[in-house]
């Protein structure tokens, strides 16, 4: 800064030479001449007059071009070159050209548009100073205080949180109230913001909280799976802020504020009695917070979204997210997965497999490396158990599909004596899964000794009155199921003869 002032001060007041007022001041000897004798010819008498700054005492010692030839430049509109960098792919030496074209006369050159820009820029609050692009950033968090829901039936008092969701280039806010801050009340938020909004952004900005973030971390945090899920229904990435670091998220503080005065202050002196009502004040309350106009820049909150956010959103997908819990669970031995307190089959070449499992209202799959390998619809029946015949070994699906009208029709199969026979056999005991194991013992026998032969040996042991499978098998074993109608003859015929046997003494005999 040249110090005029001071040196005419010290010569005029304090009369000193013009050596010792150089060394006063720390400035060179010819430096003092020079100001002195420009003051000279331009009269300045002293004292100076007040109204009269530096930058018009310099003008008078240093005059450059009489003032009706000096080059006057067109100032750019800082305002608007702001709002304009907010949009994609615009940049500040579009801008200057554009600025040029204007005043192709009268334009400052690049480097003094960046050089004012900046200037103007680091003028402006601090919350200007971050730059964000339209349909770039969400922010996302909760507001501290709480709100009170009053049960109509019990009176008990239940605390509701508000989560805030604000868009980066124009401020553009929404709030809700959930029960907690819980992984599956914080998904759902974001759908509803997502929806407010009707659009996705690029990148949404969480706080570390243990529903976003499994392990927090300065460079590479961990997101939890169902978070992380909602990412790529969405196809938008998560990137929280750094821990401790809130200016990461200042927007969203602002928000919170914002939500805390303007929607949570003037709900104080109201009663809900359900968080639907709650939440419908709020949304009122959000048309008033959002068409606000803005104090030091054009338009509202709604406007600067109509006109820069909304068109940078990407769509939303056509159906939203549902929310389904991910948790590591091991396969059973009996290719089963317990959630929730039932059992689920996965594929049995899994058995002590870890897999991931997605559980929904509606639905529950299980994954392996990525891949799903199953779904059933959710059951809320604890202890019960949901079974594909698909995941079981062929064995055991043999078994599962055993049923008595199976059995009658695989005997069908060999013969009509063997039908009549296993019927029999499957009425023996009170429940009919008792007598499966021995049905599958006799129709075996099939195997062994072949169709016809186990159906005549059926039909005998039905004609001797013993239809059991050790009958049948003692019949096919000694052979004789080959007999069976020739000697079933000769039988019937020594029965009728009997009375007449030279060895039956009679009834005579005994009178």
């Keep these: 800064m040249r110090k005029i002032k001071d040196i005419l001060r010290l010569r005029q007041e304090a009369g000193l030479s013009y050596r010792s007022i150089s060394q006063a001041l720390d400035i060179g000897y010819g430096t003092v001449v020079d100001y002195l004798e420009r003051a000279e ?10 109204d009269l700054n530096e930058r018009d005492l310099g003008r008078l010692l240093f005059p450059t071009q009489p003032r009706t ?3 006057r430049f067109a100032e750019p509109d800082f305002v608007v070159v702001h709002q304009e960098l907010r949009r994609k792919s615009v940049t500040k030496q579009l801008l200057w050209q554009e600025y040029r074209q204007q005043h192709p006369d009268d334009g400052y050159s690049y480097a003094q548009f960046c050089h004012r820009y900046l200037k103007w820029l680091g003028c402006q609050q601090r919350s200007m100073r971050q730059l964000h692009r339209a349909g770039e950033k969400l922010f996302v968090d909760y507001c501290g205080p709480t709100m009170e829901v009053v049960s109509p039936d019990t009176g008990e008092i239940r605390r509701a949180q508000i989560f805030v969701a604000v868009l980066g280039a124009s401020n553009y806010t929404f709030a809700c109230a959930s029960w907690s801050q819980k ?3 914080w998904l759902s938020a974001h759908v509803q913001a997502l929806t407010f909004f009707g659009g996705v952004p690029e990148i949404i900005v969480p706080d570390n909280l243990k529903s976003a973030v499994r392990k927090t971390h300065r460079y590479e945090p961990t997101i939890t799976a169902s978070y992380q899920q909602l990412a790529a229904h969405y196809q938008c990435a998560i990137i929280p802020a750094r821990p401790y670091k809130p200016k990461d998220k200042s927007k969203a503080e602002v928000a919170v504020q914002i939500v805390e005065r303007w929607i949570m202050a003037r709900l104080r002196h109201h009663t809900f ?3 639907a009502s709650l939440n419908q004040a709020i949304q009122a309350l959000l048309i008033d917070l ?6 030091k820049l054009p338009g509202s909150r709604r406007s600067q979204f109509e006109q820069l956010e909304k068109p940078a959103l990407r769509p939303l997908p056509s159906q939203p997210y549902q929310y389904a819990e991910i948790k590591q669970a091991r396969v059973h031995i009996d290719y089963h997965v317990e959630y929730d307190k039932h059992y689920y089959s996965v594929p049995h070449h899994l058995v002590k497999q870890p897999v991931e499992v997605h559980a929904s209202d509606s639905l529950i799959s299980f994954y392996s490396h990525g891949q799903r390998v199953a779904s059933h619809a959710r059951s809320y029946r604890q202890g019960a158990h949901s079974t594909c015949a698909e995941h079981m070994p062929g064995t055991h699906r043999a078994v599962h599909e055993w049923s008595g009208e199976r059995f009658v029709q695989w005997a069908n199969e060999i013969g009509s004596h063997t039908a009549e026979l296993v019927s029999h056999l499957l009425e023996r005991k009170r429940h009919q899964e008792q007598n499966y194991r ?9 195997k062994k000794y072949g169709r016809a032969r186990l159906n005549q040996a059926c039909g005998r042991a039905l004609q001797i009155n013993s239809p059991t499978r050790s009958s049948v098998e003692s019949i096919l074993k000694n052979g004789l ?3 069976a109608l020739e000697r079933s003859v000769d039988e019937r015929q020594e029965e009728l003869d009997l009375d007449h046997h030279e060895n039956v003494r009679g009834q005579h005999y005994y009178h």
């Design 41 to 50: 010819k331009a009269s300045l008498g002293w004292p100076l007059p007040v």
């Design 69 to 71: 030839g000096q080059r």
């Design 183 to 185: 992984q599956q009340d």
């Design 273 to 275: 009695f359900t968080l």
């Design 290 to 295: 959002n068409e606000r106009p803005f104090k």
């Design 438 to 446: 021995s049905v599958l013992a006799l129709l075996s026998n099939a």
């Design 481 to 483: 199921d080959h007999l």
